[in-house]
């Protein structure tokens, strides 16, 4: 069982940057894919970014493509989400997520979720 708690949300001035966190539990973390989900009010959960369990390989959607980042400290059971140039359509409750694969997490296919922090970018 792997339990994921999100940090690092709160209210932003447009064209900010703001980088959340994930803390994993559990001994194999390096053995998951990780990544964040986003879902605004009244829409569905979007894909964000994936990063593979070595930290190798990660996808970003492209509504976020050059701003958002990526990483996971491994040491330290810690996937990061460096939010930069954040924009008014940013503003969602994002989710960790952790998956068997990259692909997998990019298609919602998700073991594990966090229960999320709230970004709200004000413009």
């Known amino acids: 069982q792997v339990q994921l708690v999100e940090s690092g949300g709160g209210l932003v001035q447009a064209g900010d940057s703001r980088r959340l966190s994930c803390v994993a539990s559990?001994?194999?973390?390096?053995?998951?894919?990780m990544g964040w989900v986003r879902q605004a009010p009244g829409k569905e959960r979007d894909f964000v970014a994936v990063?593979?369990?070595?930290?190798?390989?990660?996808f970003t959607a492209d509504s976020v493509k050059g701003r958002f980042p990526i990483s996971r400290d491994n040491a330290k059971n810690t996937v990061y989400l460096q939010m930069n140039r954040l924009k008014a359509e940013d503003t969602a409750v994002y989710y960790c997520?952790?998956?068997?694969?990259?692909?997998?997490?990019?298609?919602?296919?998700?073991?594990?979720w966090g229960l999320g922090t709230q970004v709200t970018v004000s413009s």
């Open positions: 997520a952790g998956g068997r694969t990259p692909f997998d997490v990019s298609r919602g296919s998700v073991d594990y």
């Open positions: 559990g001994r194999t973390f390096t053995t998951y894919a």
């Open positions: 990063i593979s369990g070595t930290g190798c390989l990660t």
